[in-house]
C-alpha cells in the first residue's frame, strides 16, 4: 500500500457537503413515550457528512480541504473555529448572513445505536458561489446531501482527471451526481432506496446501470460488496467491539477518498476505509473517534485475513 504522503506534501482532499453542530447524549436505552431521561453523558461537536470525512482525512495524515455551508450564527462561528483547530483548510467555507447553520441531536444507547433528530435551515442557500477545485487536488469526496455544491466541483473534477468519490446515502440521488463518480458508495438501506431491490447483488447492477464508477455498498457487520468489472466482490468486516457508531459510514468515506487519491487500488483503498471505520466504532463520538493513520495499520495488520472474495 502506497504511503499516505508523498515525498513533498500530503494527499489533497476536497470534501463538499454537510457540517453541522452535534448535540450528543449518551443514553443506557433510548426514549420510549413522552417521558423525561436523563443522560450519562452530553457532548457538543462538531458533525456532518463532509465535515467529519474532512477530520478524518487531516487525523490520517491527508490535507483536507472543506466546502460547506454554515449561518453567521454563534453555532456556525463554533462550527468553523473547531474546523481550523484540527487543522481543516476553511478557504471553500460559504458563511450566509441571517441563515441557522444545521444542528442536529444525536442519542446514543448503551449498545453503540444511534438516533438523530437533525435541522437544517430552509433560509440556508444552496446554490454555490464560483469557486475553483484548489490546484493539487488528488482526490474529491462529494457528498450528495448538497447536491448543487457536490456538482460543481465534480464537473471540475472530472475535467481534470481527479477521481471522485460520492457519499450516496441519501433516498433519491441524482442521475447528474451518478455519471461524474469514480466511486459510487451507498449505505444497504440508501442502496434499496434509490434502486428498488432490498437485494445486494442486484441493487448494485442496477446502480452500475447509472454510474461509470464502482459501485460500492456498505452493510455494516456484513462488511461491504462492490462490483469489479461486472464480478460481485465482498469484503468481510474487521472484528471490534462496537462502542459508537456515530460518524462511522463519514470515517470510511474520508479515509476511501484519501486512499484513492494517494494512488491505492479500489479493492486497497476499500479494505483501508474499512479498518479506519472499524476502528472508529471501538470508541464514543464522531470526529473525536476519527482513528490516526498508525491505528488503522496495525488493525490492517493485525487482521491480515479481511481481504475481498468473488461471491
Not at 38 to 51: D, E, L, M, P
Not at 98 to 105: P, V
Not at 120 to 143: C, F, H, I, Y
Not at 223 to 234: A, C, F, N, P
Request: with cysteine.
Amino acid at each position: 500500500m502506497n504511503e499516505i504522503t508523498s515525498a513533498t506534501r500530503p494527499t489533497r482532499v476536497v470534501c463538499v457537503g454537510t457540517t453541522t453542530m452535534d448535540f450528543i447524549f449518551a443514553l443506557d436505552n433510548f426514549p420510549v413515550g413522552p417521558l423525561k431521561f436523563r443522560a450519562k453523558s452530553f457532548h457538543a461537536v462538531g458533525g456532518g457528512n463532509a465535515g467529519t470525512a474532512a477530520v478524518a482525512i487531516q487525523r490520517l495524515g491527508g490535507e483536507a480541504h472543506l466546502m460547506a455551508r454554515v449561518g453567521d450564527d454563534p453555532i456556525g462561528r463554533q462550527a468553523l473555529d473547531e474546523l481550523r483547530a484540527r487543522g481543516i483548510n476553511t478557504a471553500l467555507m460559504m458563511v450566509h448572513p441571517g441563515a441557522k447553520t444545521t444542528l442536529a441531536c444525536i442519542m446514543i444507547d448503551g449498545l453503540g445505536e444511534r438516533q438523530i433528530v437533525s435541522y437544517t435551515d430552509p433560509d440556508l442557500p444552496s446554490t454555490v458561489a464560483d469557486v475553483d477545485l484548489p490546484e493539487g487536488t488528488d482526490a474529491l469526496l462529494a457528498d450528495a446531501r448538497w447536491a448543487e455544491g457536490a456538482l460543481h466541483m465534480m464537473r471540475q473534477a472530472r475535467k481534470a482527471g481527479i477521481p471522485i468519490v460520492l457519499d450516496g446515502d441519501i433516498p433519491v440521488i441524482p442521475d447528474a451526481l451518478l455519471v461524474l463518480s469514480s466511486i459510487a458508495a451507498f449505505s444497504r438501506q440508501a442502496l434499496a432506496e434509490n434502486t428498488g431491490s432490498p437485494d445486494v447483488e442486484e441493487g448494485l447492477r442496477r446502480l452500475a446501470k447509472r454510474t461509470p464508477g464502482v459501485p460500492v455498498v456498505t452493510d455494516g457487520a456484513n462488511g461491504l460488496y462492490w462490483l469489479d468489472q461486472g464480478l460481485l466482490r465482498h469484503m468481510p468486516a474487521f472484528k471490534v467491539e462496537a462502542r459508537d457508531t456515530l460518524g462511522a459510514g463519514d470515517v470510511f468515506h474520508g479515509a476511501l477518498a484519501l486512499a484513492i487519491g494517494r494512488g491505492d487500488n479500489v479493492e486497497q483503498a476499500l479494505r483501508f476505509g474499512s479498518a479506519a471505520a472499524a476502528v472508529k466504532v471501538t470508541r464514543f463520538g464522531g470526529r473525536e473517534g476519527c482513528p490516526k493513520a498508525g491505528e488503522v495499520e496495525r488493525l490492517l495488520a493485525e487482521q491480515p485475513g479481511t481481504h475481498a472474495d468473488v461471491s
